[in-house]
C-alpha cells in the first residue's frame, strides 16, 4: 500500500477535478488562480466548441453547456493540469476494447499537443469504470483515473485507475467535510489528509453557488501546512 509522502512542514494535500472543458471554467480558473488552489481539468478533444443546453441531473435545472475552443484551452489551464476524458465522452462500459483503446490513446495525443507535456491522467466518462477497462488504460499508459463514487474520506486509494474522489462540491456533506480536513486534532503523519474534490464547472450555473465557491476558497486557502496540488502532483507525491 502506497503512502502519501509530504515535504516537512505540511500535513495534508487539495486537489481538485473538473471534466468536461465548459465555457464556465473561465470564471472557475479566475478563482481558483486568485486562491492558489489546483486543479486538474478533464478534457475531451473531440467536442471542443460544441453548444448545447444540458439538464442537470441532481436537480433538473437547465444549462449552457457550452465547450471552450482548442486554443482557448491552451493558455486557461496554464498551472493546472490537463487529463484525459476520451475523445468524445463515450460510455466506456458501452463500446469495443478497441473503440476504448482508440478514445483514451487519441484523447491523450491530442491534449499532449495542448499541453505541452505528456498527458497521462483521466476522469472516466460517466463514471463507468470496472478492472477489465484498468487494463486497457494500462496499455494506453494511463497512470490514475476518477471515477465519480465519493468516500467522504481522505484517503489516498488502493488503486489509482479506480481513484474514488472526497466529494462532489454540490453534495449536502461537503461543509462537513471542508471543517473536518481543516480540523488539526486528528492528525497523523503517517496518514496525511487528502481532500479530493470533483465536478463540473457549470453545477455553478446549476446551483446559483458561485458565491459559495469563492467563500469555500477562502477559507481554504493560503494554509502553510496544506499542499494544493493536481492530481498528477498527488500521485507523484504517493510512494
Sequence with gaps: MKKLVLPEGKKKVLTLSYDDEVTQDIRFVEILNRY?????????????????????YRNGVE???IKISKEQAKT???GHEIAAHT????????????????????????????????????????????DHIDELLKECG???SRTVEDTNAFNIPENFLQWHPTIN???????ELVDKFLDNSDYDSENPKLFYIWGHSYEFDA???WDRLEEFCKKISGKEDIMYCTNMDVYNMCK
Design 76 to 78: 486557461l489551464y496554464i
Design 36 to 56: 492558489g488552489i489546483k486543479c486538474t481539468f478533464n478534457l475531451n478533444s473531440g467536442t471542443f466548441g460544441i453548444k448545447e443546453k444540458c439538464v442537470h
Design 87 to 130: 475523445v468524445n465522452h463515450l460510455d466506456l462500459g458501452k463500446i469495443s476494447d478497441e473503440e476504448v483503446i482508440s478514445e483514451v490513446k487519441n484523447d491523450m495525443k491530442a491534449l499532449s499537443e495542448i499541453a505541452g507535456y505528456d498527458v497521462k491522467g483521466m476522469a472516466y466518462p460517466y463514471g463507468t469504470f470496472n
Design 142 to 144: 494511463i497512470l490514475y
Design 169 to 175: 462540491f454540490g453534495e449536502k456533506k461537503f461543509d
Design 63 to 65: 444549462v449552457d453547456h
Design 207 to 209: 446551483y446559483n453557488s
